[in-house]
Each structure stands twice: as C-alpha cells, then as structure tokens.
C-alpha cells in the first residue's frame, strides 16, 4: 500500500481526473464545491464528487483497459452506495452503467467490439476508452460480484496485492475467483473462467426466450439484436405467484447453452412471474 496519496484540483484540467501513481488529479468540479452553488447543484455535485472520488481510488494494472476501467466503474457506485445508501446511488448503478451499456450496444451493433479486445496502435488504444470499457464492463462485473459476491472480493484483493506493480490478465484474475469457489463450493460446479470470458470475449448480450411446455419451462438465448451464433452464460432467478422474492440475486440456473434448456421443478400452478 502507499504511505501517502496526494489529490489536487487543477484549473481547466482536461479530464475529469486522473489516477496517477500516488497523486491523483481532478478538474475542479471533480473535488471542490463553490458557494454559490444552488441546493441542487451542491447535492449533484456532492454525488459527483463522491463517484469520482471511488472511481480514483480502484484502478490497478490489467493487461486490459476493461477490467480497470470497469471495476473502477462498478466500485464507483458499489462503495457510495454501502457509504450513502440514501443517496440512491444503486439507481444511478443501474441506469447510467447498466442500461445505458444495453443501448449503446444496439446502436453499435454489429461494430461493437469485445471487452477482451486486444490493441497496440495508439490511435486504438484511445479508441478503448468507451462505453465497452467502462459502462459495460462495470456492468458485467457487478452481475458476476452478484452471483460469487463471497468467492469475488477475497480473490480479487488477493490477486491485486500479488501483483503490485505488474499487470495481471483476466486469466489470472478467473483462476482466482475458481480457487476461491472451489474451496467455499467443495461439490460446486461452475466453471469460472467459461462464465465469465462468454461476456468478455464476446460483444453484445443475449435476450433470453421462455416458453412454458407443460409444468416445464424452457428457455434460449440469442444475442440482440443480431449476431453470429453467440453464447452467453447467462444468470438466472426465478419468482413464483406462491413465492415472490425479487431480492435473491444469486443465481439458481445458469443458461450456458443456445439450444433450449429445460429447467423443471417450476409448475404451471405456480405462476412464474419474473
């Protein structure tokens, strides 16, 4: 760890801040707040200001852009929302990350690019920091910390102080979260680095199809709004009529498969709602 870090507020700072070694710097607005703001502009800029703030303190070296950008993306709401739950910062999780990393997949689509997307020219390489980088990957990784939130943060902390001052790939960063698995999940059956590199080595995302047979369902996935025979490994909870719980996330099926998978135990009578 630093023994010291240093923030500064720059006047006409070109971006919104930077993360350098030991000394982070901001533009203004990202780090002071001014008196003559109005009682709207204050809570705004408080809310920026405390974004920013999470975003600066979570980059580390990775092989590539998307999972820097993105943990710092999904830790920019993830810790001031723990911080200030009132502050809706959750809300903001899902609307500026997550919804706004759907459309922009659409517009793009078929140009959009993998998160796992590897360059060297520099003309490329500014091309990296885009909604793919921050908003998408922010976004992917909040869904997977959902579903191995206790394996998830042991590993990663554990990976990011093994390789202080080198750069660790997502291969290194999925074999960790397996161990992690593996030892917490002793008969567990997920295969970490399948699940997680479906969304990082594929552009996109799938929509996935329900169809009810009888007092089974089944379901598919196909990428949206086009594409090339993708597939995802999808997540997947269920809420019943008889039993309605949105608030579990932690998947109890996972869609890994194009053709249709049957998945029982769910009766008509039950209603499956969502």
């Known amino acids: 760890m630093l023994p010291k870090l240093d923030h500064a507020a720059i006047t006409e ?27 709207a502009q204050i809570y705004s800029n408080k809310k920026y200001i405390a974004r920013l703030l999470a975003h600066e303190f979570s980059p580390q070296w990775w092989t590539y852009l998307f999972l820097n950008e993105g943990f710092a993306t999904f830790f920019q709401y993830y810790v001031t929302n723990h911080l200030f739950p009132e502050l809706g910062f959750d809300e ?3 609307t500026a990350a997550i919804q706004a990393s759907l459309v922009n997949d659409v517009i793009t689509n078929p140009a959009c690019v993998p998160m796992e997307y590897y360059v060297e020219e520099q003309t490329a390489i500014r091309g990296r920091f885009n909604y793919v980088s921050y ?31 080198q750069a660790a790939s997502p291969a290194e960063l999925y074999k960790a979260i ?19 590199s ?26 949206y709004p086009s594409g090339n025979g993708e597939i995802y490994s999808v997540p997947l909870t269920f809420s ?3 039993k309605i719980d949105f608030a579990t996330k932690t998947a109890g099926h996972w869609l890994t498969t194009k ?13 499956a709602i969502g």
């Open 135 to 165: 908003q998408k990957a922010g976004s992917i990784i909040g869904m997977f910390l959902k579903q191995l939130e206790r394996n998830f943060p042991k590993r990663s902390y554990k990976i990011l102080t093994e390789n202080y001052y």
């Open 259 to 271: 053709a249709k998978k049957l998945i029982s135990k769910i009766s008509i009578s039950m209603k």
């Open 92 to 94: 903001d999780y899902r």
């Open 198 to 223: 479906s969304w990082s080595t594929q552009a996109g995302y799938p929509i996935v199809s329900i169809e009810k047979s009888g007092s089974k369902l089944k379901l598919s996935q196909t990428r």
């Open 13 to 39: 700072f070109p971006s919104g801040a930077m993360e350098n070694f030991g000394f982070i710097t901001y533009r203004e607005v990202g780090l002071l707040l001014y008196t003559n703001y109005t009682e």
């Open 240 to 242: 019943t009529a008889s």
């Open 178 to 196: 397996q161990e992690a698995y593996d030892e917490e999940n002793p008969n567990g059956k997920l295969d970490i680095p399948k699940l997680m």
